[in-house]
């Protein structure tokens, strides 16, 4: 009996729905990105903690990408997730010796440059003398070729449109690059951002005054009782109170009253 377990439990999987397929990757992807940047810890928000370096990091450049989205429609999201994850959130070699962010090659450049190993040994990196010029050239690298043509079709804050289409057009050779991108953005709201400059407001957030001392709220992805408490001025105790929560658990669209 045991043996027919084995067997059974090792035979192939049919029919098992994208959904999940998806749900694995983007969890697999998550994992390399911890991986990549083991000081940023997926944990439950402390405001005593110090900002990461990649919190950091988005804070210095969150206002250039923006800036860059409105003149060439590249979604500020997708640029700040390739600056993280291009860059090592600012750390890397090509970063700091050459303020490229995006680990753009020469591909014919006639500025500066320098040499750093890749897919091969010593290839040939563009140089800048700003950070600024890096993001300039990254979005006129992608609105110069026609090989990126299709993602302009795109709708601007379709983000995972962008993280897909950037690999299948050949930007990168990791497979899993789209869900780094993705699981990136999301893990850092960056598309927060892609919101601000479309004047649009957060489709997972609904603030709706009740009355003078009590606001409506639906859960989004990443809020807790204690980030809510802060940003509302209260206190978990209140909000539980409030709503008859007997845990600090908060589920995706949940809807909750806040005393404000």
Partial sequence: MILTILTLGCGPKKGIVTKEKDQKNETEATKDVKAEFPD?????????KPPS???????????????QMRKSKIPASITLAQGILESGSGRGRLAVEANNHFGIKCHGWKGAKIYHDDDRSQ???????????????????LTGRRRYADLFKLKPDDYKGWARGLKKAGYATDRKYPQKLISLIERYKLYKYDEEVLGKKNEQVEIVPVNSGVVRYIVEKGDTLYSLAKRYNTSVEAIKELNNLNSNDLALGQEIMIPN
Avoid: Q, V
């Fill in 123 to 141: 290839e040939c990196f563009r140089k800048y003398e700003r950070a600024e010029s890096s993001y300039k050239d990254h979005s006129e690298f």
């Fill in 53 to 67: 370096s990649t919190d950091n990091y988005i804070l210095l450049y969150a206002e250039i990408a923006k800036d």
């Fill in 40 to 48: 940023n810890k997926i944990e439950e928000e402390d405001e005593a």
